[in-house]
């Protein structure tokens, strides 16, 4: 039963966060025509928010939201095999819900193939970077003795990464493979997805290894 309500959480936690950062896309678009810097803001903001607020409420729970950080737990021996393998799933399942749900709203078709082309050597760097620094801050916020400055701190990361990465800091293979499914302000192309999100992994790996290195466990400190 633990696992099912993780599970859910995941499921629940991811599919908002997708649709949040669809859904305002789609309305900055249409708020601000013509000004892509604008439209880049209210993005960010909105999805950092979003991020704080989700975490928050489903931190008890589970609150991961992103396939990355889920592996990076488990190579940390947080979680094991099997409840990894479940909270991915259910994380790719509530992403594919939520970009659907944040077409829908907006009274576009369930789904549109994107056409926003991505990538080029700078972006896929972009990528790296943006993950390595989310996985660094998630998992150094989680050794602070506040559990809730992880919200914060990632809320906050993401929504500047945003314009200090050239990719705009995708940073999770869920959102990106979802994100293809909305051709729309943060659509990608089919085509982009899988160099990001091979991207994304590398960046995970990297933090993962530095996440070792900086904050070692109390077996290695001793």
Known sequence: MTLVRRAVAELVGTA??????????????????GDTG?????????????????????QPVSASFNPVVTLV???????????????????LAGGLAGVVLANLMFDLD??????????GSGQLLGEVVATTGLVLVVFGA?????????????????????????????ANPTVT?????????????????????????VGGALGAALVLLLHPTPQEAR
């Open 16 to 33: 908002f966060l997708v649709a949040g950062v669809v859904g305002s896309g789609i309305a900055a678009q249409r708020l601000s025509p």
């Open 73 to 91: 737990e488990r190579v940390l021996r947080r979680i094991d095999t099997t409840t990894a393998a479940a909270l991915v799933l259910a994380q």
């Open 38 to 58: 604008l439209q880049l803001l209210e993005n960010s903001l909105a999805t950092g928010a979003v991020l704080v607020a989700l975490i928050l409420a489903l």
């Open 110 to 119: 369930a789904v549109t193939l994107s056409g926003h082309e991505r990538g």
């Open 142 to 170: 989680l050794r602070s003795p506040r559990i809730e400055t992880v919200a914060f701190a990632v809320g906050g990361y993401i929504a500047a990464a945003y314009w200090f990465t050239s990719s705009t800091s995708f």
């Open 177 to 201: 493979v979802a994100r293809m499914f909305s051709d729309t302000f943060a659509g990608i192309e089919p085509g982009s997805v899988p160099a990001f999100v091979l991207m994304q992994l």
